[in-house]
């Protein structure tokens, strides 16, 4: 696995994006906040240049965070049963699949926010049981990058009850074999992770996954 699967101007964008968080969190005079707005600006202008997003866009999200700037959390359940995973329909992404999950709420223990995700996108009832895998985004094929510096964490959870359902998220909840995993939602999830967790099904005593 190569160090990092995002293009080199993305690093630097999201690297110029933090410096000017924090500088912007610790600033004490009205000249070093200029500044830090101006780097601000800039990463905004190479994100937008690099994807054709909207520039404005862009820095109206770079604005809205504040604070010391750390990894956004990405939850994933890893849900198994007779051999099958459960995957839920992304309706945002043109009705490919991924793993139940999104990121975590503020106040949401990791197990807390995972097993809420998997309710509310596939309708089950589970308990969390074991941490499989801590993923770096960047690090993994995934499309299309992301502005943001993301962790993902996967969560081995257990069916407690409840009955596949939709959500307005979601268009359906499904079990998949190994064998038959359908077309998968790549901003999410990817084929290399899908095959390591089936791994991890197979041998439970495997350890946590780490970047």
């Known amino acids: 696995m190569s160090p990092t699967d995002d293009p080199q101007w993305l690093r ?12 912007l969190a610790f600033a004490e005079n009205h000249y070093d906040r200029e ?30 965070e504040e604070g010391y700037a750390t990894p956004k959390v990405d939850v994933r359940g890893v849900v198994f049963r007779d051999d099958g995973l459960l995957f839920v329909k992304e309706l945002s ?19 807390e926010a995972v097993v809420r995700e998997i309710r509310e996108e596939s309708g089950f009832e589970t308990r969390a049981v074991k941490l499989l ?3 770096d985004r960047s690090r993994h094929p995934h499309v299309p990058p992301h502005p943001y510096s993301v962790y993902k964490l996967f969560f081995r ?21 190994e064998n038959d995993i359908p077309e998968l939602s ?4 990817t084929p290399d992770e899908i095959a390591r967790l089936f791994e991890h099904y197979r041998h439970p005593d495997l350890p946590t996954d780490f970047d």
């Open 12 to 23: 630097w964008a999201r690297q110029l994006q933090a410096i000017a968080q924090i500088g």
């Open 93 to 111: 992404d043109g009705g490919r699949w991924t793993l139940p999950g999104g990121w975590a709420d503020v106040n949401d223990s990791p197990a």
């Open 186 to 189: 790549i901003a999410r999830i």
């Open 35 to 64: 500044r830090y707005e101006d780097i601000r600006r800039i990463a905004a202008e190479m994100l937008a240049a690099g994807s054709d997003a909207d520039v404005q866009h862009i820095a109206g999200l770079f604005a809205g």
């Open 133 to 135: 895998a801590v993923y």
């Open 157 to 177: 959870c257990e069916i407690t009850g409840g009955a596949a359902s939709v959500s307005p998220e979601t268009g359906g909840a499904a079990f998949f074999r």
